[in-house]
């Protein structure tokens, strides 16, 4: 997928050659935008796969679980993508970045002089660290390969081994369960995903997976790893009970690729660090997705948020940043997570201190959660409520007040509330 360049003759921009590092949504994006905002100098995009970019959420669901090819993922058709007249450089690495050359040095031995650098490295699924997790095959999930490779072991008489209880894990495990592997669960916090819902969801979706047949064991600490003489593998865990699987997966976070920024002497804080314009400490080295750590109005503090939308939102932020275009990045954070039959949203960053107002009631098919701080929603969750959760999305935005108790009453249409 190589296509001619551009004249740089004609570009719009006093820049030569803009380098984007990591070919996923967020690189994706900004080479889109940055030829739509008329950039035609040298534009090279470097992918350590193979494919070309992709998006990530169908993984854990339609690729997973064999309802859709893998190329189903990529971002743009072969044509449209050839028509960015960019350099594509797949299963490439950059192994060193020399900010007073303004150089790349690449794998392959080669150098790489860059104008403006946009860093979309995104980050790697965190591995486990117990004994024995290094003499057997514990799978992740973060590429199409691993995808493809995991899709293997979801069949009826196979066991299923998930080590985390968050959003990746619960997506796997669910996808898992519909193709009639046997599932647990194994989450060393209180409750599923502790860090990032309140109790009451955590409550629903430890509901929802009994209910689909998922075993879940909370407070559970993984404190070892074998094999067993059919081959099978052979977990331990903290309170001397074991746990025999045919497949493991390790669904416990992820690690941003900052080493590149590290080495490079560029601020990073978990993830590099970037301003409003995903400018990182170099005034010509931008930043974006996964990798990136914003600071977040919403929450009061720097954010490195891990969704579709800030992918692809910073993205276009960053391309537009590095052109020497007005921006402004203040994103309100929106998560998404699909599992059986329930679509799971949240807007805003709910906190400890504000006061939850229920619309509906957790647990059903369909409800909603306020968060508010006085009479102004600061965040929203809810299940199977993409339409309603709109209009809660545009109250945040907006910052307007409103009645606690219409709010709460589901009879009351959230566009009433939010005209």
């Not at 669960?185 to 929802?208: D, K, M, T, W, Y």
């Not at 391309?319 to 954070?333: F, H, I, K, M, S």
């Amino acid at each position: 997928m190589n296509a001619e360049q551009p004249d740089s003759a004609t570009n719009n921009f006093p820049i030569g050659t803009i380098v984007i590092v990591g070919a996923g949504q967020a690189g994706s994006w900004t080479a889109q935008t940055l030829r739509q905002e008329g950039f035609t100098g040298r534009l090279v995009l470097i992918g350590d796969e193979s494919h070309p970019p992709y998006e990530r959420p169908p993984l854990s669901k339609a690729v997973l679980a064999g309802e859709a090819e893998p190329a189903s993922t990529w971002l743009q058709k072969p044509q449209a993508f050839d028509a960015l007249g960019l350099e594509w450089r797949p299963d490439t690495r950059v192994n060193r970045i020399d900010r007073r050359a303004k150089r790349l040095e690449i794998s392959d031995g080669t150098t790489l002089p860059y104008d403006k650098l946009i860093l979309c490295t995104g980050g790697r699924a965190r591995k486990l660290t117990v004994p024995g997790a290094d003499q057997t095959r514990i799978h992740t999930l973060r590429t199409i390969g691993d995808a493809q490779s995991l899709a293997k072991e979801f069949r009826p008489g196979r066991s299923v081994a998930v080590v985390g209880g968050g959003w990746i894990g619960l997506e796997v495990a669910a996808t898992a369960r519909q193709k009639g592997a046997e599932v647990t669960v194994l989450e060393a916090q209180g409750r599923l995903c502790e860090r990032s819902v309140p109790p009451e969801i955590s409550e629903h979706l430890l509901g929802l997976h009994a209910t689909h047949g998922v075993r879940v064991r909370l407070g559970t600490h993984l404190s070892g790893i074998a094999r067993s003489t059919d081959g099978r593998s052979v977990l331990t865990l903290a309170d001397g009970d074991t746990l025999t699987c045919n497949a493991i997966v390790a669904g416990v976070g992820l690690v941003p690729n900052d080493d590149l920024a590290r080495d490079a002497g560029l601020d990073c804080d978990g993830g590099v660090v970037v301003d409003e314009r995903c400018c990182t400490s170099d005034a010509d080295i931008f930043a974006a997705g996964d990798v990136a750590v914003t600071p977040n109005p919403w929450a009061g503090r720097r954010l490195r948020l891990e969704s579709w939308q800030n992918a692809q939102e910073q993205g276009i932020a960053a391309a537009r940043a590095a052109l020497g275009l007005p921006v402004v990045y203040q994103p309100l954070p929106w998560f998404w997570s699909d599992q059986y039959d329930m679509n799971l949203q949240i807007y805003g960053v709910p906190l400890p201190s504000h006061r939850m107002v229920t619309r509906g009631m957790p647990g059903d098919n369909s409800f909603m959660l306020f968060y508010l701080e006085g009479e102004i929603i600061k965040a929203a969750l809810g299940a199977n409520a993409a339409r309603d959760l709109r209009f809660a999305r545009r109250l945040i935005e907006q910052g307007k007040q409103v009645d606690a108790k219409r709010l709460a009453d589901p009879d009351v249409p959230m566009g009433k509330l939010s005209a």
